[in-house]
């Protein structure tokens, strides 16, 4: 029995879902844990198989994606009927993903926003990059040129793979212990770093501390390759055909093998948590004493 993943048997995109389920759901994926459905399968059409090819990506992005504000597709190459099949597809993926999350959690909906859905289509294996960008390594999702200023990032992802492999993840300990472990190593930002670093245009906004301690915490988890082979963990084959949900930036997880997968990004105010106190935010705020916002 997983302690990390807790299972559902969903089988609609709009389940109707009553206030025990809601409460579950919620209790845990606030408490980082996974929320695996297992009988969720995001459907493609017939014609839609031919996108479940790594040929569709322009070569320099990792992903294509579709960004919901501007209606427009990146990362893609092909002629414009092609170009125009894939972004419904990456369209339905995230319409649905939201549908998804508003029937499962109604209390979040005033206080999400979708940002982008990718389409993934490398195997997880082959994908070369700089230690700090290797995924295949334990972390918690915070982007350099993106802060989030305590805004959650819950993910939610499918498994397409058409010939049945498994997408494979380490899912590791839960926040508390992770943050308790590394805050003590986490050097506090530099006064003035912030407004430099935005001015410098390495940020989109302004860096919080609230940023800076989570971007600190994903890089020295990466960092530390004895965390990486010791830490408690345990691995999981998420099936194809299935859908699975996280607080990605709480969730420790690694993947490990795999291909074909969706994956939309969606933007949660600390407001809409049911249980704030249990978030990242609260946490690292406890460990240094003081608001981080
Ligand atoms: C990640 O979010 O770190 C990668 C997830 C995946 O590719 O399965
Ligand atoms: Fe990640």
Known sequence: ??????S???????????????????????????????????????????????RWSDGRAKNISHD??????KGARGNRADLEDLQAMVARFHRQSLGLVGALLPHYLP????????????AVARRKTSWRK?????????????????????????????????????????????????????KAPLPGSAALLALLGITKTRRSPYDHYMLHLHDAMKADLKYQR?????RFGFAAGSVWL????????AAMSGQ????????????????ASRGPLAILERLAGRKLI
């Open 260 to 275: 074909h997968m969706f994956e939309q990004t969606v933007h949660l105010a600390v407001p809409g948590l049911y249980d």
């Open 8 to 54: 559902l048997e969903l089988n609609r995109w709009q389940p109707a879902a009553d206030a025990p389920t809601t409460q579950q759901v919620a209790d845990a994926l606030e408490a980082g844990q996974v929320l695996y459905l297992p009988r969720l399968a995001f459907q493609l059409r017939g014609e839609e198989q031919r996108f479940l090819d790594p």
């Open 111 to 122: 206080h999400l926003h979708g940002a982008r859905a990718s389409l993934r289509t490398m």
């Open 134 to 186: 290797d995924d295949s390594r334990l972390h918690v999702d915070a982007f350099p040129s993106r802060p989030t200023h305590g805004e959650r990032i819950l993910r939610v992802f499918a498994n397409v793979n058409p010939r049945g492999a498994e997408r494979v993840w380490r899912v590791g300990e839960a926040f508390p212990q992770l943050a308790e472990r590394f805050f003590p190593r986490l």
């Open 230 to 234: 010791e830490a408690p963990q345990e």
């Open 68 to 73: 919901p504000a501007t209606g427009t597709l």
């Open 246 to 253: 996280c607080f990605s930036d709480q969730t420790s997880h």
């Open 1 to 6: 029995m997983s302690r990390q993943i807790v």
